[in-house]
């Protein structure tokens, strides 16, 4: 906790934690498309899976206990993450002072440009997406337990779901530098290996990309039907 | 005027040993009552300033820079001199202070460059500690390549960047100076006069750049280390802002100057492109080492470079020095392409320059190996000609480099004005007659860390612990005569910009006390200097004021020293009637064109006493003995 | 060549400032930037105006004093060279050529084209230096060092402190600069005693300072004469990690 403190007092420091936090999420994001993609395997196996997200760790635990754990865990993980870029982009905000009457940006990267914004963005979708597919509440036919059902019906809606497919564009831009960045904040860096770390944020923004907007694009397409 | 040099008595290579034992020390406690004021953040004021603080005096350093790391040192390229005999090859204190003095055409004090040749081995282990990345070879030692003028390998080098990192070096010893709160660092801050109260230095008065305000500072003991003047001749290799203000002023409330006109005209710099031409760029003489310099034999030949075939070109120093050949030292190398020029055979768009090849070199080494010693350099040249030495040959010409001559000072750094210390380009330095490469960084740095350090203690252990102030009348007169130059400066009002007076003075300095100095010449430069004076204070233009930045004060107010300080080289140039190094008179060479020294005549330092503006100088001689180095006339064939 | 400049002049700190627009007529493509700035200063002289004030000394790229955005690049359009290297040739008759000051918040006005970079400065004094007694040291060619190592660190070392990357950086983050010297040193043997302490505090200074925060961008290492690398960021960053580890530890 001390050590925690320690970072969280300079500015590098912060974007460790931001480094970490996001790379928390990063984590999670492959293992929930991974999830996802159950879908594709009919709505037994994918309730299943759903189900047993929540009986994880039976009878240790009480029902959903790993669940709240979990939750919990990734929501301090956000709020840290999203706490720390408020502040460090306020810092920097006030760094800039004025601006350039002529600024012709040197390598300029749309991806590392738009961190901010886009990190509102998926703020947003997060807190909608869990509205809507976890507790329901902006959902058309929300039925708990029911996940597969809930998805395919929650996504016919071709405006929701070209949300959905935006706030990935998002993701996968914020990822495309962040992954990226994250080597570099961690000072995961070496002579030979160095070489790789674009290359690699590239496939995982990718990735993540293809694999999360399949569903949406599938469901329109009919290809994943109740 | 009094001219003690203080030499210790005792063998040479004792000397600075038994004076270090001698001199007195002042007490740990009484450190703290010492306020010590030094000018310059080069290599000789940071490392002293830092080395002072470091031992517990007050310091308070100043600069015109906006950071102590922008001092001109940070241009130095090709390397560092010290007798490490790292390889093997012969090298020794002797031999380097041997080199040193012969190398300044015997007119240098030899108990200063032996004990400078002695502290040069500390100069290199204390950089490294630092953190200087000197260049290393695969074994992880130190690398060393050979500088004009010496048959053995004792330069150290960071790749073309020596200066820089030295300076950095110095100045990061001074930041952590400044942050412990031992030195307080005044940068924008120009030193315009020196405070002298009964014979003895007391302080100075400085002009805050950025306000305008004119300040006074006490101290029990002043030191300058404020580099060299080259920028008299207008064009040279020196940043834009070196001058001689600080060390003229000095002069002007009675301290002696020594040798002005010994000013080294370095061979290789890119030769001017125009009028509007601002400065010249050095390329390191370290490029000597693997580069061949040639003229078309044919005087007039315009053939691009690659089209002379290798039978038609001279290289004139392999033909003229079969021993030294590229590496004779700079004076002999710089005349050599003067005369290449003034006979014709100059080369580039306007016939200014002659060849330096790295053709034969890239054969035998290898593109990489080349661009391993000198890729920066090679990169600079291109940026600014537009040419590629990689391809064809570089064009270079002599420029004014460096200036041996200044403050006189004794053997403790002091001048003889008591408590006004000087150090580094800044005094009459150890280079006598003509310097030899990589041996001014030596003398900074030395100075600066090694031994004024220890003098002043000496000096101060004899002065009151009162603290001082700026009380005496002396201050506020000082102070009233540099607030009424500032302001004549910016009434007069006329048509002309400083820099056309500059840009004339130059070209007379250049031409009649210069390369090549003849009485003639001088005599009329002597006419000429007080006229292009006099028509500067009717006719300059300085605008804006004097309570703002104003870069155009600043540049007025060096210009106008430069103005007097002019007459005084021309003057040392005239009544010096001998060659010696640097100082080529027409009227003394030798039958095959080299220097003609005048040992029984001239063996002597020459010291003026300032008279007046446009009054003539009064000469004093401190005389040169030679017990360990036999007098001889250089030969470098 | 003949061009129209649009410089920003500011009288001072307070005062608010503005483009003005000149002529700089026949440049000759051989002459520098710096030195067209001179042409149009003597020709402002002369008129009785103020010339335009910009800071330089060495005019050969080593000594950092020079600075300026031109066309919202700094150091002008060609990579890897300072301002006063930058030669008219890289420019087209007729061109106009926007000139602005460095901008930061870390780096306030001075007067038109000079900045105050003094925060440079006091990042160094945090802990930018090895601490050796003069006259302390030990034989130099007691430690080897790899030449690797001594090649990599004179890489970090030859940053001139100019400020360009802070200049470019969307974020007017010094990290560039910062890094340079904490690898310069990290990557020495002499460094290593002072390592982490050193890191931690020029960060804290840097932040102490008001220069924001870095984003890994990249910009700086375009924009920077001596093309210092984003590599030394992450290894500043390294160093951060495990320094606020050890200080936190003990
Ligand atoms: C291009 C070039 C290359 C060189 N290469 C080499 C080399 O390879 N090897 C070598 O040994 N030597 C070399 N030299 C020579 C060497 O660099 C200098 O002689 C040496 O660095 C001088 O150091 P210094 O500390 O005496 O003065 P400087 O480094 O010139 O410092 C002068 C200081 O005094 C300050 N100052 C001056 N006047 C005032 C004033 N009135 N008020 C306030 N502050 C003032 C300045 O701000 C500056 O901080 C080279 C010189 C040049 C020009
Ligand atoms: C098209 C893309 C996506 C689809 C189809 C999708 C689908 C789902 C579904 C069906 C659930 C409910 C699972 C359950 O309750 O059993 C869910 C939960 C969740 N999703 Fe997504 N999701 C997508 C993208 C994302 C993204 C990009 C994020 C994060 C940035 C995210 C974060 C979450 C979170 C935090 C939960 C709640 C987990 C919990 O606590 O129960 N999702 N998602
Ligand atoms: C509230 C929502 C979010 C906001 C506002 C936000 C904002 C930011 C910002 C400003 C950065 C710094 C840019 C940089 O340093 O390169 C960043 C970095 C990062 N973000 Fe986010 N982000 C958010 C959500 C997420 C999510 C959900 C993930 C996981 C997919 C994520 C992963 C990352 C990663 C891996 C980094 C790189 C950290 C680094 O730079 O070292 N972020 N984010
Ligand atoms: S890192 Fe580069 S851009 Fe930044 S100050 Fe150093 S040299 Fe200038
Ligand atoms: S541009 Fe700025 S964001 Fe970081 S990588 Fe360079 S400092
Ligand atoms: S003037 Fe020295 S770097 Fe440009």
Redesign the interface.
């Known amino acids: 906790m001390r050590r925690a403190a320690a970072l969280y007092r300079s500015s590098v420091g912060k974007k460790i934690l931001m480094a970490i936090t996001g790379f928390i999420w990063f984590g999670f994001l492959i293992g929930h498309m991974a999830g996802n993609l159950k879908a594709f395997q009919g709505a037994e196996i994918f309730d299943e899976y759903a189900h047993h997200l929540r009986v994880f760790g039976e009878p240790i635990l009480p029902e959903k206990g790993f669940l709240w754990a979990f939750r919990a865990f990734m929501l301090a993980a956000f709020v840290i993450h999203a706490l720390l870029a408020w502040q460090t982009s306020s810092r920097s905000w006030s760094a800039r002072g004025t601006k350039y009457r002529s600024k012709e940006n040197l390598n300029f990267s749309f991806a590392s440009a738009l961190m901010r914004w886009g990190g509102v963005l998926i703020l947003v979708f997060v807190a909608f997406h869990i509205l809507h597919m976890t507790t329901g509440d902006v959902h058309p036919s929300f039925a708990e337990g029911a996940a597969y059902a809930n998805l395919v019906a929650g996504l016919r809606n071709p405006v929701v779901a070209s949300f959905y497919i935006v706030a990935m564009l998002a993701v996968c831009l914020h990822l495309y530098h962040g992954v990226w960045s994250m080597f570099q904040t961690l000072g995961a860096h070496h002579r030979k290996y160095s070489a790789y770390r674009r290359p690699f944020a590239v496939v995982m923004a990718l990735v993540v990309f293809i694999g999360f907007i399949s569903i949406p694009v599938s469901i329109l397409a009919g290809i994943v039907a109740p | 005027m009094q001219l003690d040099a203080k030499v210790p008595a005792g063998p040479i290579a004792r000397k600075w040993e038994k004076h270090r034992f001698d001199m007195k020390l002042v007490n740990p406690a009484n450190k703290r009552k010492y306020e010590v004021i030094v000018v310059g953040t080069g290599l000789a004021g940071a490392a002293a300033a830092a080395t002072m603080g470091e031992l517990g005096y007050r310091v308070k350093v100043f600069t015109y820079h906006d950071s102590a790391r922008r001092a001109h040192s940070i241009a130095a390229q090709g390397g560092i001199n010290a007798a490490k005999n790292y390889q093997g090859d012969g090298d020794s204190v002797f031999r380097l202070f041997y080199d040193t003095v012969k190398g300044g055409d015997f007119r240098s004090r030899e108990a200063n460059v032996y004990r400078l040749a002695e502290l040069s081995v500390n100069i290199i282990d204390q950089a490294v500690a630092q953190g200087v990345p000197f260049a290393r070879e695969y074994g992880g030692l130190l690398a060393n390549r050979s500088f004009g003028g010496a048959q053995v390998s004792r330069t150290f080098y960071a790749r073309g960047q020596t200066g820089q990192q030295l300076l950095l070096g110095c100045y990061q010893a001074l930041q952590r100076q400044v942050a412990l709160g031992t030195v307080e660092l005044h940068n924008r801050h120009e030193v315009l006069d020196i405070v002298v109260v009964d014979g003895v230095a007391k302080g100075i008065v400085t002009r805050d750049l950025v306000s305008g305000e004119v300040e006074s500072h006490a101290g029990h003991a002043v030191m300058l280390a404020t580099g060299g003047y080259s920028n008299v001749y207008f064009l040279s290799t020196n940043a834009k802002a070196c001058n001689v203000t600080a060390t003229w002023r000095a002069a002007k409330r009675g301290a002696g100057f020594a040798n002005p006109s010994f000013t080294q005209i370095h061979p290789t710099s890119i030769p001017p492109a125009g009028a509007y031409q601002s400065k010249l760029t050095l390329m390191s003489e370290s490029l000597r080492n693997d580069g061949r310099i040639w003229v078309p034999q044919r005087a007039g030949d315009s053939r691009p470079a690659n089209d002379i075939p290798e039978e038609e070109r001279d290289y004139y120093l392999e033909r003229f020095y079969p021993s030294f050949g590229n590496l004779s030292p700079r004076d002999i190398s710089s005349r050599r392409a003067k005369e290449m020029v003034d006979k014709g055979h100059g080369v580039g768009p306007m016939q200014n320059g002659v060849y330096l090849d790295f053709k034969h070199a890239i054969e035998r080494l290898g593109q990489p190996v080349i661009a391993e010693r000198y890729g920066n350099l090679f990169e600079m040249y291109e940026k600014i000609t537009g040419e590629d030495p990689y391809a064809v040959p570089m064009r270079i010409y002599p420029a004014p480099h460096y200036t041996m001559g200044g403050l006189w000072v004794d053997y403790n750094l002091m001048s003889n004005i008591p408590g006004l210390f000087v150090l580094g380009e800044a005094n009459f330095s150890d280079h006598g007659a003509n310097r030899l490469g990589a041996s001014a960084l030596m003398q900074g740095v030395a100075d600066g860390y090694f031994i004024a350090p220890m003098t002043v203690g000496n000096y101060l252990a004899d002065v009151p612990r009162e603290p001082v102030t700026t009380d005496h009348a002396a201050f506020g007169d000082t102070e009233r005569e540099v607030r009424g130059r500032a302001d004549r400066l910016l009434a007069v009002n006329g048509t002309k910009t400083v820099d056309d007076f500059h840009i004339e003075l130059g070209k007379v300095m250049w031409e009649n006390c210069g390369m090549e100095r003849s009485e003639t010449g001088l005599k009329e430069a002597l006419a000429t200097i007080p006229e292009i004076r006099e028509r500067f204070w009717s006719q300059v233009r300085v605008p804006g004021s004097g309570d703002t930045l104003n870069q155009s004060l600043e540049k007025a107010g060096r210009v106008a020293d430069f103005l007097e300080f002019a007459e005084i080289m021309c003057w040392d140039a005239l009544r010096r009637d001998e060659s010696c190094g640097a100082h080529y008179r027409t009227e003394h060479t030798t039958e095959d064109g080299e220097a003609k020294r005048d040992d029984d005549g001239f063996s002597f330092v020459s010291v003026w006493e300032f008279k007046g503006v446009g009054e003539e100088p009064v000469l004093h001689k401190e005389p040169l003995e030679f017990e360990n180095v036999q007098l001889s006339t250089r030969s470098y064939k | 060549m003949n061009l129209t400049l649009?410089v920003?002049r500011q009288?001072?700190p307070e005062v608010r400032g503005r483009?003005e627009t000149y002529q700089a007529d026949d440049i000759?493509e051989?002459?520098?930037f710096?030195?067209m700035l001179?042409?149009v200063n003597?020709r402002?002289?002369?008129d009785?105006?103020?010339?335009i004030?910009f800071?330089?000394?060495?005019?050969?790229?080593?000594?950092?004093?020079c600075g300026m955005?031109i066309?919202?690049?700094p150091h002008g359009p060609?990579s890897?060279?300072a301002t006063c290297?930058l030669?008219m040739?890289l420019f087209k008759d007729g061109d106009h050529i926007?000139i602005?000051p460095w901008?930061?918040?870390?780096f306030p006005l001075?007067?038109d084209l000079?900045v105050?970079?003094?925060s440079?400065?006091r990042i160094?004094?945090?802990g930018?230096?090895?601490?050796?007694?003069?006259?302390?040291?030990?034989?130099?060619?007691a430690v080897?060092?790899?030449?690797q190592d001594?090649?990599l660190?004179?890489d970090a070392?030859?940053c001139?402190?100019c400020g360009a990357c802070v200049a470019?950086c969307?974020?007017?983050?010094a990290?560039l600069f910062t890094a340079a010297k904490v690898s310069?040193?990290g990557l020495?043997p002499?460094?290593q005693p002072e390592r982490y302490t050193r890191v931690?505090d020029m960060?804290?200074q840097?932040?102490e300072e008001?220069?924001?925060?870095?984003?890994?961008?990249?910009?700086c290492?375009?924009?920077c004469p001596k093309g210092i690398s984003?590599?030394f960021?992450?290894?500043?960053?390294?160093?951060?990690?495990v320094g606020?580890?050890k200080?936190?530890?003990d």
Not at chain 3, 55 to 65: S, Y
Not at chain 3, 170 to 173: G, I, L
């Open positions: 649009h920003w009288d001072g483009f000759s051989h002459a520098s710096l030195e001179d042409l003597e402002l002289t002369r009785g105006e103020e010339p004030a800071e330089h000394d060495c005019r050969e790229g080593i000594c950092g004093t955005m066309n919202g690049v060609s890897m060279t290297q030669h040739r926007w602005e901008r930061a918040s870390a001075i007067r000079v105050d970079r003094g440079l400065d160094i004094n945090a930018g230096y090895i601490s050796v007694r003069t006259g302390s040291a030990q034989d130099a060619n080897p060092i790899r030449k001594a090649d660190s004179m070392a030859s001139i402190g470019v969307p974020n007017a983050s990290m310069h040193l020495l002499q460094g931690v960060i804290a840097h932040d008001g220069f924001g925060s870095c984003t890994n961008h990249g910009a290492q375009e924009a984003v590599d960021i992450a290894r500043l960053n390294r160093d951060l990690l606020s580890w200080a936190a530890g």
